[in-house]
Nanobody
Framework: QVELVESGGGLVQSGGSLRLSCAASGRTFRPYNMGWFRRAPGKEREFVAATNRNGETNYATSVKGRFTGSRDGSKNTVYLQMNMLIPEDTAVYYC???????????????WGQGTQVTVSS
């Protein structure tokens, strides 16, 4: 069992930045690839980014160039640095753990509780 806890969400103005953290506990998260997803009000959950065991990150087109994923194995923590935020980024952000390096939410085994990000115009 891997427990994931997100933090770092909040309210920010358009153009601002936030850094989300996802701390893993329980079993080591080293074997897992870590993903970030988000759900905006009235919309389906969507893929944001996925960082593999080697620290490489895939991004959704909508965030590429603005968001940066990373992981710190010594802290069992993954990060999502979000720059140049826009109102369309407003959502609840979730981190998740999967065996594969994937964009498909159903392939993720463990999920955090989510953290709210609100971007005002």
């Amino acid at each position: 069992q891997v427990e994931l806890v997100e933090s770092g969400g909040g309210l920010v103005q358009s153009g601002g930045s936030l850094r989300l953290s996802c701390a893993a506990s329980g079993r080591t998260f080293r074997p897992y690839n870590m993903g970030w997803f988000r759900r905006a009000p009235g919309k389906e959950r969507e893929f944001v980014a996925a960082t593999n065991r080697n620290g490489e990150t895939n991004y959704a087109t909508s965030v590429k160039g603005r968001f940066t994923g990373s992981r710190d194995g010594s802290k069992n923590t993954v990060y999502l640095q979000m720059n140049m935020l826009i109102p369309e980024d407003t959502a609840v952000y979730y981190c998740a753990a999967a065996r594969g390096w994937t964009r498909v939410s159903s392939e993720y085994e463990y999920w955090g509780q989510g953290t709210q990000v609100t971007v005002s115009s």
